[in-house]
């Protein structure tokens, strides 16, 4: 079972400053299958990025996703305040098909 | 747009079966790989399995003992049976659709074992 391990725990930040979120696999992930979610309190999770470094529909360029082996990583450029919330890494493959991190909470300093 | 809604029961008692349905509206539940997903309360995300519409699943193996998912394409939706439940199955439940990622979420319900 691929486990993944994300970073920091917390990240306090001020609107307008930069975030970068890390997420490391236990073995190596193919970036086609590596995706990042976020989170905000009562909802859904939303996709924002798949394949490792692809926005998907409807998000802003703000967020980036890089990385390819066990090492990835997922910046926001320059927060605003919707983007206070939890992010979630997800990979998919080996047994179980989906694993998904433990979460990076972006909070206001 | 595709729209996904979970339905069932909120309240479920120790040793029962959990069920939930997962209704797909504005879209067809054909050529796609549709999930089940929780979230304990103040936790992180726990995939549960998938089935494609053709009735193929896959499980996670800390649960397959315990879960069987189903779909019914004349009704577009797909179906959770989790038995013999846990105060620790107490959870929001997300359906989701997506082969590699997801990408279409429901709202989620909360499901609560207690007796």
């Known amino acids: 079972e691929i486990v993944l391990t994300q970073s920091p725990g917390t990240l306090s930040l001020s609107p307008g400053e930069r975030a970068t979120l890390s997420c490391r696999a236990s073995q190596s992930v193919s970036s086609s299958y590596l995706a990042w979610y976020q989170q905000k309190p009562g909802q859904a999770p939303r996709l924002l990025i798949y394949?490792?470094?692809n926005r998907a529909t409807g998000i802003p360029d703000r967020f980036t996703g890089s990385g390819s082996g066990t090492d990835f990583t997922l910046t926001i450029s320059r927060l605003e305040p919707e983007d206070f919330a939890v992010y979630y890494c997800q990979q998919y493959g080996n047994s179980p098909i989906f694993t998904f991190g433990p979460g990076t909470k972006v909070d206001f300093k | 747009q595709v729209q996904l809604q979970e339905s069932g029961p909120g309240l479920v008692k120790p040793s029962e079966t959990l069920s939930l349905t997962c209704t797909v509206s504005?879209?067809?539940?054909?050529?796609?790989?549709w999930s089940w997903i929780r979230q304990p309360p103040g936790k992180g995300l726990e995939w549960i399995g998938n089935i494609y519409y053709s009735g193929s699943t896959n499980y996670n193996p800390s649960l397959k003992s315990r879960v069987i998912i189903s779909v019914d394409t004349s009704k577009n939706q797909f179906s959770l049976k989790l038995n013999s439940v846990t105060a620790a199955d107490t959870a929001v439940y997300y359906c989701a659709r997506g082969l590699t990622s997801l990408n279409v979420w429901g709202r989620g319900t909360l499901v609560t074992v207690s007796s």
């Open positions: 394949g490792a470094s």
């Open positions: 504005g879209g067809s539940i054909s050529n796609y790989y």
